[in-house]
């Protein structure tokens, strides 16, 4: 079965400074990941996507995100936080064919002044 | 271009009670979705459309959940009769296909709660 662990549940960082959101995979061949952001009230939205072309992958808003097949790992960054960044994220790994989802636990962002 | 819709944005219900969700897609959409998000928790897919026929419902528990997409167009989901634990936010989704590049987009969802 395909899942994904995402290894901080909250993460705090101050404006202006580096994002790091940490995600791991397990999947029994190359996956299809996904990053998606949920802001209070809203849809879920795409950031980024990785489907076995280039490895780094650029999102919306300056974020970004690298496949690493020897350490399973689709780690979210962002060079400068923002204030707006704040919100849940949600890494996510397509299995099966047919565009089915399944989504990790999530991790919160705060940013702080 | 319109997003997913959904209503109600809120319900609330007491136990044993029936309930329904109502989600439109963006136009053109085949695919639909519905996902479960309890709190604290990812979404999960309850049940997937490709136009009016169901891709794939494994995650639905039948005994007491519905959905279907009659005109492959609109689509709503059911609970009857609630219990406490389907107290949860109910995403719909949709997208032009199924393929894994084809990107799904999210309604606002329907926060439930079950007293």
């Known amino acids: 079965a395909q899942s994904v662990t995402q290894l901080d549940s909250h993460v705090s960082v101050s404006e202006g400074t580096p994002v790091l959101l940490r995600c791991n995979y397990s999947?029994?061949?190359?996956?299809?990941l996904f990053w998606y952001v949920q802001h209070p009230n809203k849809g879920l939205q795409l950031l980024l996507k990785?489907?076995?072309?280039a490895t780094l992958v650029k999102g919306i808003n300056g974020f970004e995100a690298e496949f690493k097949k020897s350490e399973t790992s689709f780690h979210l960054t962002k060079p400068s936080a923002h204030m707006s960044d704040a919100a849940e994220y949600f890494c996510?790994?397509?299995w099966g064919g047919g565009n089915k989802l399944t989504f990790g636990t999530g991790t919160q962002l705060k940013v702080e002044l | 271009e319109a997003g997913v819709a959904q209503s109600p944005r809120y319900k609330i219900i007491e136990k044993r009670q029936s309930v329904a969700f109502w989600c439109n897609p963006i136009?053109?959409?085949?695919?639909l979705y519905w996902y479960q998000q309890i709190l604290g928790q990812g979404p999960k897919l309850l049940i997937q459309f490709q136009n009016n026929g169901v891709v794939d419902d494994s995650q639905l528990p039948k005994d007491r959940f519905s959905a279907e997409r009659l005109k492959g167009v609109d689509s709503t989901l059911k609970i009857q009769p609630a219990k406490l634990e389907d107290s949860a936010v109910y995403l719909c989704a949709s997208s032009q296909g199924l393929a894994e590049s084809d990107t799904q987009y999210f309604g606002p969802g329907t926060r439930l709660t079950v007293l």
């Open positions: 996510v790994v397509s």
């Open positions: 990785y489907t076995s072309a």
């Open positions: 136009s053109g959409h085949a695919t």
């Open positions: 999947s029994s061949y190359s996956p299809s």
